[in-house]
């Protein structure tokens, strides 16, 4: 026996199949994505090792996935002005962060009115790498060993040197270097490391610490001296250039690294494509290759432990701000 169709029958199934799809829309979405552009923040000016390390995972991830992975410059602040644009994102997938451990470590030690919880507003996706600084002066100084330049300060410059500072990690890298040697720095602030390597080249400032992927070509050309790096272990970029603890400083061992985040709140499925998208091109020889150019190791890390190492290092660096008497802004 047939039953008539009424409209109001017709109006629920319709209305029933509807709400159907609108549930299910979120899982449909993530498993397309990504269907648009994708923007990776980075909060410092082009040139650095954060900048160059973006752009050489943006072009992996856009051969991956056959999409578009754009990096977008928002130096400032110790990149903080870019880490908080991430925070405040849709948590979508389609707003990643490329950040420093100072972004994601020291500035929550070193700035007072933070807009960005580290732990709290980002998802982890993976560490993808770490490398040292490179403790580097301009040639003009008469020195050719940070030994040297330790003597040289006490000597000739009351013990201490003008810093340049490219961002807040680095000085906090510095400030524990010189309170090792008995030194003191006078830091001068810079907008990254792009603008520092022209203020060391120019004569502005006597040393700085900086990544190698910022002062390599430099000093290849002889336009800056390289004296250490700041790692227990040489870097595969200048495997020539000794270690501080090579060098007078034993025991000094100060890793910087860089990871890749999303906004809180971003689908699980959508971090588990990014992170064994990640996982994969980390581990191909030619981006190896090309992260050892940079002076970096690439990463292992992801998901749960990278978060457990932001909190462990801001525990860290807070003690290395204590102890240099370095009070929060």
Same mark, same amino acid.
């Given at each position: 026996?047939?039953?008539?169709? &009424? ?6 199934? =319709? ?40 752009? &050489? ?28 644009? $991430? ?23 070193? !700035? ?52 340049? %500072? ?6 906090? %890298?510095?400030?524990? =270097? ?17 603008? &520092? ?62 990871? =890749? ?8 499925? #959508? ?6 998208? $990640? ?8 981006? #190896? ?17 990278? !978060? ?22």
């Amino acid at each position: 026996m047939k039953f008539p169709v &009424t409209n109001k029958a017709r109006r629920t199934v =319709l209305g029933l199949a509807a709400l159907v799809l609108i549930a299910n829309a979120p899982a449909f979405a993530q498993d397309s994505y990504p269907d648009k552009p994708i923007r990776i923040v980075v909060g410092f000016p082009p040139g650095g090792t954060n900048d160059i390390l973006a752009r &050489t995972l943006s072009i992996k991830l856009g051969e991956k996935f056959k999409q578009s992975f754009v990096v977008d410059n928002k130096p400032g602040a110790n990149s903080a002005i870019g880490n908080d644009i $991430v925070a405040k994102a849709k948590p979508d997938g389609y707003t990643l962060l490329v950040s420093s451990s100072g972004g994601l470590t020291v500035n929550p030690v070193l !700035m007072t009115n933070l807009a960005y919880d580290p732990v709290k507003d980002y998802e982890p996706i993976a560490l993808l790498g770490s490398f040292p600084l490179v403790v580097t002066i301009n040639p003009a100084l008469p020195v050719t060993t940070l030994a040297g330049l330790v003597e040289y300060a006490k000597k000739n410059k009351g013990g201490s040197l003008d810093h340049g %500072v490219a961002t807040s990690s680095f000085q906090l %890298v510095a400030e524990s =270097l010189a309170n090792t040697a008995g030194i003191k720095f006078n830091h001068i602030n810079y907008r990254g490391s792009g603008p &520092t390597v022209i203020a060391l080249i120019g004569g502005e400032i006597e040393v700085a610490v900086l990544d190698s992927a910022a002062v390599m070509t430099q000093v290849k050309a002889g336009k800056l001296r390289a004296l250490a790096v700041t790692t227990a272990k040489r870097s595969a970029a200048l495997p020539d250039l000794p270690t501080a603890a090579e060098s007078g400083l034993p025991g000094y061992d100060v890793p910087i690294w860089t990871a =890749l985040m999303a906004p809180k709140g971003t689908p699980e499925p #959508v971090l588990a494509k990014l992170r064994n998208a $990640v996982r994969e091109i980390l581990a191909e020889k030619d981006t #190896v290759d090309k992260l050892q150019a940079l002076g970096m190791d690439p990463g292992n890390t992801d998901g749960p432990a990278l !978060m457990k190492r932001i909190s462990a290092d801001i525990s860290r660096w807070a003690a290395v701000a204590k102890t240099a008497n370095i009070k929060a802004e």
